[in-house]
């Protein structure tokens, strides 16, 4: 994965936004929240704008591969 990445060591293991220890599955359930990409983005400023776009992206198509079966591609 480009964006995302998991390691026993950091979160027991939790799927993070790579390079740091923002766990994916919070800012989806931000997302379902109803938090925008702004919103999301001024709570983890440290996590550039390109990462934490990336990061959902492969996070939506891991998912979507999941239910479907199919490897989704991340634009």
Do not use: C
């Not at 931000?30 to 550039?48: A, N």
Request: net charge negative; hydrophobic share 45%; glycine share 6%.
């Amino acid at each position: 994965m480009k964006y995302l990445h998991s390691d026993p060591d950091i979160l027991d293991g939790s799927v993070v936004v790579k390079g740091t220890r923002v766990p994916i599955d919070v800012i989806l359930y931000r997302i379902q929240d109803r938090y925008s990409i702004d919103e999301i983005q001024e709570i983890y400023s440290w996590v550039s704008p390109r990462m934490l776009h990336g990061a959902i992206s492969e996070a939506f198509s891991e998912a979507l591969g999941a239910i479907t079966g199919r490897v989704a591609n991340v634009v």
